[in-house]
């Protein structure tokens, strides 16, 4: 059948491929990633007057495998994590932000090239002094409204008098495929109208659109609104949903409320929702497509959470799910968790104990875990411990229990420079006996004081 | 014949109606880039030093306490701002788990953190099989579209 939408050549026929088009966002890529690395440089004489701050992690792992062939492969990946922050930049509310990583295999390859590395941010940001009016320029992580995205493009948002606000962005989404004849996005914007009034409400509706062909070789389009409400003294109403047009679905759902009467006792409830025809549209996984599960079904959860902080230094934490799907396959299951932290040594060092299990329908989805913590940081060390066992109810390749204990030390060797390591012993279903290792060297420099982690 | 008229206009039109209409910024002071202070490693309590509301958030202090609750529901909180989030986290802090082709598991990464909320402990690769059947919304936060990289050894 001949596509009626191909239209006519010069010469009479019909052309068998259309022009590919570079949609925007791939194109401006480079200008914007050219224009956030070298904007900072206009305030080069200006230096001395910008907070700097730097962090690197790097970390080092020693781990072996078994191969398909009965072989004991070495593996020694080697990571750098890099973080760098540059505020006030000419004595101007102006930001550059970098985080990436990369790494280098020091032993057997890990399984995606012997090299490997990604940039997470690097943008550009301006933040004005009054009304929380702010923009970006670059790779940034963004939450606004119905978008949790990595983008490279900008974001603009702006209060005004009236408590009316307005944000917008637009980009080309930062995304990965792995899903067989699904490509990622091409372009991305969007936009959130809010009204905010201190202390009593925030409101919102949002518009995000990313051109694609995802699921039914549509693009992704979504509607949101989400309110933050005090009803009363100490007790809040949170509702976010967003509409999935491009599938006519709606995709999510979570509506919640929360009494937080002073700083010892916060307790949640509500329900939540999503269906996965609607939340699952635009994936690139095909963990999340048919035949990996079935793309009719919708889960429905209600949840409620206990945070009680009952004697200084001591919380319990308690936490419940029920899960409920429409389909028997998987079926139905509750959560239940209980936990206590005890804080000590002037809060720099926690324990903890808790214990959890999922009861399901079906036996293959039943688990119970205990896990226990502690850390301990006299002077110019820092030892922890992390201990973790899993019982499953069906035996997972012949086995019904997992364990995993994380035993770590570390030492202040300068006042920016940290140096530790961890050791790793698992036994599970995957693994008889494992152990595996970890050093890391955190570095962490700064021209100024204050908070950013 | 009348043509609708794309949504993306209409919003576009009212966001630009409404920045320029209202034609100034709230003289609300913002929310200060980069908390003055140090803070301490764990859960902040913003209530040890301050107290009503965010004059920057708009949201009572109460409200951003680092609780399990808050922690469960950030998420919530975040997408009606970050401001509040930058003056403590840098981009990074966010990015540790919400990262696109991410190798190392967040818990991997904090070792000697036990104490921070960090995702998938233990020998995950098995118990993400039960946690993706009875929840895959929780995994398609983070897994849905870009930090898959690592799920495609299993799945093709």
Redesign the interface.
């Known amino acids: 059948m001949e596509n009626e939408s191909i239209p006519n050549t010069a010469l009479g026929g019909r052309m068998r491929r259309p022009t590919t088009v570079i949609p925007l966002g791939k194109r401006l890529l480079p200008a914007i990633v050219a224009i956030a690395l070298l904007f900072p440089l206009l305030f080069a004489h200006t230096a001395p007057a910008a907070?700097l701050?730097l962090?690197s992690?790097t970390?080092l792992?020693y781990y072996e495998r078994e191969s398909a062939g009965g072989k004991e492969d070495t593996f020694a990946?080697l990571?750098e994590?890099l973080?760098a922050?540059a505020?006030?930049l000419g004595g101007m509310?102006v930001?550059f932000?970098f985080?990436g990583w990369g790494?280098a295999d020091l032993g057997e390859e890990?399984?995606?090239g012997r090299t490997?590395g990604?940039i997470?941010?690097l943008y550009l940001e301006y933040?004005?002094?009054?009304?929380?009016?702010?923009a970006k320029l670059g790779r940034?992580?963004?939450?606004?409204?119905?978008?949790?995205e990595?983008i490279d493009g900008a974001f603009a948002?702006?209060?005004?008098?009236?408590?009316?606000?307005?944000s917008?962005y637009g980009g080309a989404p930062?995304?990965?495929?792995?899903l067989n004849g699904t490509r990622?996005g091409s372009a991305l914007?969007g936009?959130r109208?809010?009204f905010?009034?201190?202390?009593f409400v925030?409101l919102?509706v949002s518009?995000l659109?990313e051109n694609g062909t995802f699921q039914r070789g549509k693009d992704r389009e979504l509607y949101g609104g989400?309110l933050?409400l005090?009803v009363a003294p100490?007790v809040?109403l949170?509702a976010?949903a967003v509409y999935n047009r491009s599938v006519r679905e709606m995709a999510?759902q979570?509506y919640?409320v929360?009494i937080?009467p002073?700083?010892t006792f916060?307790?949640?409830a509500g329900y939540e929702s999503?269906t996965?025809k609607g939340?699952?549209q635009?994936?690139?996984?095909?963990?999340?497509v048919f035949p990996?599960?079935d793309n009719n079904d919708e889960?429905r959860?209600i949840f409620g959470?206990?945070?009680w902080a009952f004697v200084p230094g001591w919380?319990l934490?308690v936490?419940g799910k029920h899960?409920r799907?429409d389909k028997s396959d998987?079926g139905d299951?509750n959560r239940g968790e209980v936990g206590l932290?005890h804080?000590y040594n002037d809060?720099?060092d926690?324990a903890?104990l808790s214990a959890a299990f999922?009861a399901?329908d079906r036996d293959?989805?039943e688990?119970r875990?205990v896990?226990g913590?502690?850390?301990y940081s006299p002077s110019k060390i820092?030892l922890?411990?992390?201990a973790?066992t899993?019982r499953?109810q069906k035996e997972?390749h012949g086995k019904k229990n997992?364990y995993?204990v994380?035993a770590?030390a570390?030492y202040q060797v300068l006042a920016a420079l940290q140096l530790?390591g961890?050791l790793?012993y698992?036994q599970?279903?995957?693994?008889s006996k494992d152990y595996a290792g970890?050093l890391?060297a955190t570095l962490e420099l700064g021209t100024?004081?204050?908070?950013?982690? | 014949m009348t043509r609708r008229m794309p949504f993306p206009a209409v919003f576009g039109a009212v966001l630009i109606a409404l920045l320029f209409g209202c034609s100034a910024v709230s003289q609300t002071p913002s929310v200060p880039p980069k908390h003055p202070e140090d803070l301490p490693q764990g859960r902040v309590d913003c209530l040890e030093c301050h107290e009503n509301v965010s004059a920057g958030a708009l949201k009572p202090y109460g409200t951003i306490r680092h609780s399990r609750v808050f922690i469960d529901s950030h998420g919530t909180y975040a997408r009606q701002g970050q401001n509040l989030c930058a003056s403590c986290h840098a981009p990074a802090f966010c990015q540790t788990c919400h990262a696109r082709k991410e190798e190392m598991k967040p818990n991997t990464k904090m070792g000697d953190r036990p104490d921070r909320m960090a995702p998938h402990r233990g020998d995950y690769l098995i118990t993400h099989r039960i946690d993706g059947r009875l929840d895959p919304g929780s995994c398609f936060r983070c897994h849905g579209n870009k930090n898959d990289v690592r799920c495609r050894q299993c799945h093709k």
């Open positions: 907070d701050s962090f992690r970390y792992r990946p990571y994590y973080s922050d505020t006030n509310p930001a932000h985080y790494r890990t399984g995606t490997s990604d997470g941010s933040l004005h002094p009054q009304g929380n009016a702010q940034f992580f963004l939450t606004e409204g119905a978008a949790m990595t948002k702006a209060t005004t008098p009236l408590g009316l606000g307005v917008v930062v995304e990965d495929s792995i990622e914007y936009g109208v809010f905010a009034q201190s202390g925030e919102g518009y659109k989400d933050w005090r100490s809040d949170t976010q999510s979570r919640a929360r937080v002073g700083a916060d307790i949640s999503y996965y939340l699952f635009s994936t690139l996984n095909p963990a999340f990996a599960l889960v959860t959470i206990v945070d919380t934490e936490a899960i799907h998987p299951a932290r804080t809060k720099k926690v903890g999922v399901a293959e989805n688990y875990e896990r913590f502690a850390t820092r922890a411990l992390d973790l899993q499953y997972i997992t995993q994380v770590s570390g530790s961890d790793v698992t599970s279903p995957n693994y970890l890391r100024t004081t204050g908070g950013k982690k």
